[in-house]
Nanobody, 118 residues
């Protein structure tokens, strides 16, 4: 069974850093290697927004609000994706989700809470 599980969230002061992980299980290496990942976040009372994408070709795209502060990457051997978040701001507070599509089916992790205090 394919699963995505995020980790690495927590409470951090403004200006601090966190590195989120998205561990993928139930998938063969060749499919994982050939796939990308999207990172979303949802703050209380707001719609879920796409903050970062890592394509299957290795290119990245970021929302303007996080550009220059967030970096998406992957480690094929660990079947894991990462979102390095630097210079965090209180407005980055949200639940962060990883999501991708494998063989036509969309998968989501349960999310990890990131809270940035002023």
């Amino acid at each position: 069974q394919r699963r995505l599980v995020e980790s690495g969230g927590g409470l951090v002061q403004s200006g601090g850093s966190l590195k989120l992980s998205c561990r993928v299980s139930g998938i063969i290496l060749s499919v994982f290697t050939a796939s990308g990942m999207n990172w979303y976040r949802q703050a209380p009372g707001k719609q879920r927004e796409l903050v970062a994408s890592l394509t299957n070709g290795g290119s990245t795209n970021y929302a303007d609000s996080v550009k220059g502060r967030f970096t998406a990457s992957k480690d094929n051997t660990r079947r894991s994706h990462y979102l390095q978040m630097n210079d965090l701001k209180p407005e980055d507070t949200a639940v962060y989700y990883c999501s991708t599509t494998y063989t036509g089916q969309e998968y989501w992790g349960p999310g990890t809470q990131v809270t940035v205090s002023a």
